[in-house]
Structures are given as C-alpha cells and as structure tokens.
C-alpha cells in the first residue's frame, strides 16, 4: 500500500458530461502529481500542484482542471468528455516538489466515456 | 523537454533467467526512477536512483548520470516480475515535471 488514496476506482460516463477524480496524498506529503496513461499515449504527466499551488503543467487539455485543497487532496475536473478522454488517471505524491524525492502511486482511476 | 528511452520494448525471459533494462535519457536529471506496473495496474515505486547503484533483494539499478543512462538489473526473474517497468526521470531545477519512458513490457514464462 503506497499510502496514496484515489477514488473512485471505476468511472463509466457518457460522452459531454463532467467528472471528479480524487485524490489523497501520503501523510507529510505536499506535493501532488497527476498522470494519464491511455493505451496509445503511454503515462502523460498532466500537472503538479505543491502546497496548494499549481507548480508544472503538462499535456493538460482546456477542458481538464485540477487543484489542491488546504487538507492536501486534490480534484482532477474533467468536462466535457470525449471517447479519447478515456483512461487510467493516477495521481502520485511526493515530500517536496522540487524532484528530489520519490513519487508514489495510488492505484488510479479508470475512466471509461461511452 | 528531456526525452526518456527505453529498451528493449518486449522481452520474454524463461522463470530463473536474468535480464537487464536500460534508459537512456537526453539531459541531465536530478529525479531518477524506475517503477513496476503489475497486471493489475498499479505503479511500484522500485528505485529512487538519479546516480550511484541500489539493490533490493534481486533487482538492483545502477544510474551513470554523467552518460545519461539507467540500467535495471532483474535476477532469477520470477512469474511475479512480469509487467512493464518504467523509468521516469525529472531534469535539474526548480519545480519539473517528472517524464515517463514508454516502458519494457515483461513476461517471465514458467
């Protein structure tokens, strides 16, 4: 057990709508990572808050927004969804946010757009 | 951005054979890590390395940062080895995303 909690596991939606990913880091964690691994894109860094501030974006669509609260979870909004939107969704956490420390998993979220 | 490569893609190893993992990686780093995404999916953290040799139990990665490159040594490969093993790097200063390779995909056959 990686410490790192997300929920939920599973997540079946219909193409336009909207969803929220969660996610609660290890204890003493600050920073928080989010990925998306789909079958043709491999694990693709989306964005990375640390202590409550947005501090890397990655290939983050418009349409997906993230934050990170005062308790340290944090949201990953999807809207507006499409087929391709569909996959694994993992967020990881880490001490600092500099890099300088490993990044655990939790177990991710499978979202499938129908 | 840094660019993380790794190889080979595939590899099928027979239960009790050793393999090796490499990554090549384009730029300096000062993040290196190699994780293990089982059957189920999820992502083990196997080694934080971004230079010098760790071992644990029968993996060991040895990091050669100067040449830009990772190896992931798998000894006496067991069933439970099988999965994809990726490196995942993040490059020197301030707050950087961490890039994943495209993995090794692995199958210890009995």
């Not at chain 1, 336009?16 to 920073?31: A, E, I, K, M």
């Not at chain 1, 998993?105 to 499978?110: V, Y």
Request: charged share 15%; proline share 5%; net charge neutral.
């Amino acid at each position: 057990d990686s410490g790192v909690t997300q929920t939920p596991k599973h997540l079946i939606t219909a193409t336009g709508q909207r969803v929220t990913l969660r996610c609660s880091p290890r204890s003493g964690d600050l920073s928080v990572y989010w990925y998306q691994q789909s079958l043709d894109q491999g694990l693709q860094f989306l964005i990375q808050y640390y202590n409550g501030e947005e501090r890397a974006k990655g290939n983050i669509l418009e349409r997906f927004s993230a934050q990170q609260f005062p308790d340290l979870h944090s949201e990953l909004n999807l809207s507006s969804l499409e087929l391709g939107d569909s996959a694994l969704y993992f967020c990881a956490s880490a001490p600092g946010g500099t890099g300088y420390s490993p990044l655990h998993f939790g177990n991710g979220t499978r979202l499938t757009v129908t | 951005g840094i660019q993380v490569e790794q190889s080979p893609p595939d590899l099928i190893l027979q239960e009790g054979a050793n393999s090796t993992l490499r990554c090549n990686f384009s730029d300096s780093v000062n993040n290196l890590q190699w994780f293990h995404q089982n059957p189920w999916g999820q992502l083990i953290n196997l080694f934080y390395i971004p230079s010098g040799t760790k071992q644990n139990g029968r993996l060991s990665a040895t990091t050669v940062a100067t040449e830009r490159y990772s190896l992931l040594y798998i000894s006496s490969s067991q069933t439970t080895d099988s999965g994809v093993y990726f490196c995942a790097v993040g490059p020197f200063g301030g707050y950087q995303k961490v890039t994943f390779g495209t993995g090794t995909k692995l199958q210890v056959i009995p």
